[in-house]
């Protein structure tokens, strides 16, 4: 098992995390070749620890690399992954945020499955119970029953972004995330052209990665129909936005319809707020764009 693999970790303003996961990726049993760090431009203290992870990644090539702006999740990707990638010493890329924290063999139990598949995603269990999924499958959070189902390998089925395997075969064939797509959605897009190239997506079960439970609310709406509600403007705007940008060719004019029209409904005759209501219709609209726009930023704090 002899590969040379690049570790891509993103961060933005979460030094503790940051540094619990590069410990964990530096403690391995089959480690990775390099670990390549992007920093969102954090504020917090990020910069002055980088000194302090390289100590604890002896061995091991450590390369930090802070951003000018935050360019959320799907910038940090696309640096990274593009700059791993560029270099052609790597035969996969090991890819992760920062609040995740992969168990010792699990590098190694993906591996197993490498060059077999090209995208590769652990089992992703809650931080704070180990026997749930960290995110459901068709509705389950049981892991064992996952397990029991189908054992070793769940075809169709992954948590991207959070310590999935990426073949250099695969990133030659569909490129990197699309930056413009920030947060929230990139990670579906970059499934999807994986899956649009003709890969096999699965989860390895024996390998694990342990990470914040999904956190994603709800609200009613019309007809009692459920949507997604999110707790700022900005998010929203990528949510929604990206959701749209990622329907192009997929969705049906009648699901966009009733999208939008759920999503109006909430924000002018439920929530009775304007201002959400706008941002929501501006994002909706741009998903049609053909490149995403950056709208979202006038909605940061």
Same mark, same amino acid.
């Given at each position: 098992?002899?590969?040379?693999?690049?570790?891509?970790?993103?961060?933005?303003?979460? #030094?503790?995390?940051?540094?619990?996961?590069?410990?964990?990726?530096?403690?391995?049993?089959?480690?990775?070749? $390099?670990?390549?760090?992007?920093?969102?431009?954090? $504020?917090?203290?990020?910069?002055?620890?980088?000194d302090k992870m390289k100590k604890? =990644?002896?061995?091991?090539?450590?390369?930090?690399?802070?951003?000018?702006?935050?360019?959320? &999740?799907? %910038?940090?990707?696309?640096?990274?992954?593009?700059?791993?990638?560029?270099? %052609? #010493?790597?035969?996969?890329?090991?890819?992760?945020?920062?609040? &995740?924290?992969?168990?010792?063999?699990?590098?190694?139990?993906?591996?197993?499955?490498?060059?077999? !598949?090209?995208?590769?995603?652990?089992?992703?269990?809650?931080?704070?119970?180990?026997?749930?999924?960290?995110? *459901?499958?068709?509705?389950?959070?049981?892991?064992?029953?996952?397990?029991? $189902?189908?054992?070793?390998?769940?075809?169709?089925?992954?948590?991207?972004? *959070?310590?999935?395997?990426?073949?250099r075969k695969l990133v030659d064939?569909?490129?990197?995330?699309?930056?413009?797509?920030?947060?929230?959605?990139?990670?579906?897009? !970059?499934?999807?052209?994986?899956?649009?190239?003709?890969?096999?997506?699965? $989860?390895?079960?024996? =390998?694990?990665?342990?990470?914040?439970?999904?956190?994603?609310?709800?609200?009613?709406?019309?007809?009692?129909?459920?949507?997604?509600?999110?707790?700022?403007?900005?998010?929203?705007?990528?949510?929604?936005? *990206?959701?749209?940008?990622?329907? #192009? %060719?997929?969705?049906?004019?009648?699901?966009?319809?009733?999208?939008?029209?759920? *999503?109006?409904?909430?924000?002018?005759?439920?929530?009775?707020?304007?201002?959400w209501f706008r941002c929501f219709?501006?994002?909706?609209?741009?998903?049609?764009? #053909?490149?995403?726009?950056?709208?979202?930023?006038?909605?940061?704090?």
């Open positions: 098992m002899d590969k040379r693999i690049a570790c891509i970790v993103v961060t933005y303003n979460r #030094k503790e995390l940051l540094f619990n996961c590069i410990q964990h990726i530096c403690n391995q049993s089959y480690r990775p070749e $390099t670990i390549y760090v992007i920093d969102n431009a954090s $504020t917090d203290g990020t910069l002055e620890m980088a604890i =990644a002896q061995g091991l090539n450590f390369k930090y690399v802070r951003l000018e702006k935050n360019l959320g &999740g799907a %910038g940090g990707f696309y640096t990274g992954l593009k700059m791993a990638h560029e270099s %052609g #010493k790597f035969d996969a890329y090991w890819v992760m945020d920062d609040d &995740g924290i992969p168990e010792k063999n699990c590098l190694k139990q993906l591996l197993q499955y490498y060059p077999q !598949y090209d995208f590769l995603s652990p089992m992703v269990l809650s931080v704070d119970d180990h026997s749930k999924l960290a995110f *459901n499958y068709h509705g389950r959070f049981e892991s064992d029953e996952l397990i029991a $189902t189908f054992g070793n390998v769940v075809p169709e089925y992954s948590c991207p972004f *959070n310590g999935i395997l990426l073949s064939k569909i490129g990197y995330p699309i930056p413009q797509l920030f947060i929230w959605g990139d990670e579906r897009n !970059y499934t999807l052209r994986a899956k649009d190239s003709g890969a096999v997506i699965v $989860t390895i079960t024996s =390998a694990i990665h342990y990470h914040p439970s999904d956190k994603m609310t709800f609200s009613r709406t019309l007809f009692n129909k459920s949507i997604v509600t999110v707790p700022n403007k900005w998010k929203g705007y990528c949510y929604w936005r *990206n959701t749209v940008f990622n329907g #192009k %060719g997929r969705m049906s004019l009648k699901n966009y319809f009733s999208f939008y029209v759920y *999503n109006a409904y909430y924000y002018l005759f439920i929530a009775k707020d304007w201002g219709n501006e994002a909706f609209f741009s998903g049609f764009k #053909k490149c995403p726009d950056e709208g979202f930023r006038k909605y940061m704090p």
